[in-house]
Each structure stands twice: as C-alpha cells, then as structure tokens.
C-alpha cells in the first residue's frame, strides 16, 4: 500500500547532495518498488507534475513524473541522463521543495532523457514544454541543484496562474 511521504524543503541538506546511482540489481527489491509507489502517492497528493527521490529523503538516482498529457503516461526514469536538444527559452517555474515562490528560468525547449524504467529496461523520453521542462528540473534535484539557484526574479505566487506553477 503506498503511502505519502514527507517533501524536504529548501534548507534540507540531501536537496544539495548529488544524488548515488542506481544498482539495476535493486530495482527488483520491493522496497525499492515500495519507493517508486509512494513517490507517485506523494507527487499526486502534492500536487506536482514530477518528484526526484532526494526530495522524498532519498538520495538515489530516479524520479516519477506525470505531466497529464495523452502522448506521455505516467514515468518512473531511473539513472537518467539528460540531453537539451534545442534552443534555450526562459520559462516560469515552481517546485514542491520551495513551496509558494515561483522564478524565471532558462531551460531547454526541447529535451531528452535516457535510463531504466521501473522493471529495469531501458527506456527513452523525449518532449517539448512541460514534459522537457520536467526532465531538466528533475534531473536538477539529482545533481542537488534547486531551481532557485538558477532562476531569476524568484517571489511569492500570488496569481492563480503563479500558484498553480509553483505548485508544479
């Protein structure tokens, strides 16, 4: 039964380490599964688009994403290495370890990531938008990098719209 655990917020030290690389042999280990299952609880209770295991306390190489879209389901990408593959644009951007503020950010349009899915295969995603700005944001929290390091002109969500950013 999956159960939700508790998002560190900024200040919490596993947020600023990079995070250990995955022994395929675990990801057979039920407790491994049991953390890929809580991470989705945890992400959808939130509610956020993506969650990294550092954010839950863990400091492992995986994160779960959901982005609501029909071409993409939902993904658990273990090990992950990213690749931009277009130009740079400046986006908004929130997350659920730095509840309430939002920034500017430069990100890839588009961007890539490859690794194991939650069985141990490997596996390929790719996309523009939310789906890329995701990946580089969740690749991010494993390299202990909080967006608000990068990002610009970080303040208070006050608008709907900033609000519901922030909570991605």
Known sequence: MPYIREILTEGHPTLRKVAKKVDPREIDDPLFQQLIDDMFETMYAA????????????????????????????????????????????????????????????????AAVTGLDREGRKLRIEGVGLLAQCLQHEVDHLNGVLYVERAKNVRPA??????????A
């Open 47 to 110: 509610p956020g688009v993506g969650l990294a295991a550092p954010q839950v306390n863990v400091p492992k190489r995986l994160f779960v994403m959901d982005v609501n879209d029909d071409e993409h389901p939902p993904a658990v990408v273990i090990n992950p290495k990213l690749e931009g593959l277009s130009e740079e644009v400046e986006l908004r951007e929130g997350c659920l370890s730095v509840p309430g503020m939002i920034g500017d950010i430069v990100r890839f349009k588009q």
């Open 158 to 167: 006050v608008s709907e719209e900033d609000k519901e950013t922030a909570e």
